[in-house]
């Protein structure tokens, strides 16, 4: 069983609509969840994360943790041409170990 | 200039060649790491390093090595290329006492082809 696991898509989403990306993860211990966005050929970015239960929002972006059920997801509203990408949910299993693990990734495309 | 540098971008070579990834930063911070990604199966982590004494296998280190010369700098090495290692290849950098917590930046990207 992957330790990071996402839907690879891709999904498809209007413009202005809300986009919503799921991530579960199997490691119990796990204390960091982060959101990357990769354009295609690009390097990752850092665009959300989050520690504790809950939701966290950075514009139109919102984490939500659900530590009791090993998921974490993405909601970006108002969904624009510019957040195709593919996201990437990692993971670390103790605070101030940056040892990531990734999951595969989910493609995104922004339907005009 | 970019924070995190890597050379070359690209490189096509053959089947037993050894070649070796460079990897810069001028960020300041400790931690550096490489990675490959392949298409289907994400970022996986090959080495990391979190000071220049400390170097640590990731989860498929087998075929490669490293070299922390500096705080800055972090190279990766095949011995003897294979196809299989064909991907592409980051490195990143993080700083534990950064304001984002476990951010990690990363290079441009190596595009790595053994033929």
């Known amino acids: 069983q992957k330790e990071v696991e996402q839907n690879s898509g891709p999904l498809s989403v209007p413009e202005g609509a809300i986009a919503s990306l799921n991530c579960t993860y199997s490691?119990?211990?796990?204390?960091?969840f982060f959101w990357y966005r990769q354009y295609s050929g690009k390097s990752p970015e850092l665009i959300m994360f989050?520690?504790?239960?809950g939701d966290k929002e950075d514009g139109r972006f919102t984490a939500q943790l659900n530590k009791a059920s090993q998921y974490v997801s993405l909601l970006i509203r108002d969904s624009q041409p510019s957040d195709s990408a593919t996201y990437l949910c990692?993971?670390?299993?103790?605070?101030?170990?940056?040892?990531?693990?990734f999951g595969t990734g989910t493609r995104l495309t922004i339907i005009p | 200039d970019a924070d995190v540098t890597q050379t070359p971008r690209n490189r096509i070579t053959k089947t037993g060649k050894r070649i070796m990834l460079e990897c810069s930063q001028t960020?300041?911070?400790?931690?550096m790491y490489w990675y490959r990604q392949d298409p289907g199966l994400g970022l996986r982590l090959i080495y990391y390093?979190?000071?220049?004494?400390?170097?640590n296998k990731g989860e498929i280190s087998d075929g490669y090595s490293v070299s922390r010369q500096a705080q800055a700098k972090f190279s990766l090495s095949l011995e003897s290329a294979i196809p299989n290692q064909t991907a592409l290849y980051f490195c990143?950098?993080?700083?534990?006492?950064?304001?984002?917590?476990?951010?990690?930046?990363f290079g441009p990207g190596t595009r790595l082809t053994v033929l």
């Open positions: 990143a950098t993080s700083d534990r006492t950064g304001g984002r917590g476990d951010e990690q930046f």
């Open positions: 490691d119990r211990g796990s204390q960091s």
């Open positions: 989050i520690y504790s239960n």
């Open positions: 990692a993971v670390t299993s103790n605070f101030g170990n940056e040892k990531l693990t």
């Open positions: 960020k300041g911070h400790d931690r």
């Open positions: 390093s979190f000071d220049v004494k400390d170097i």
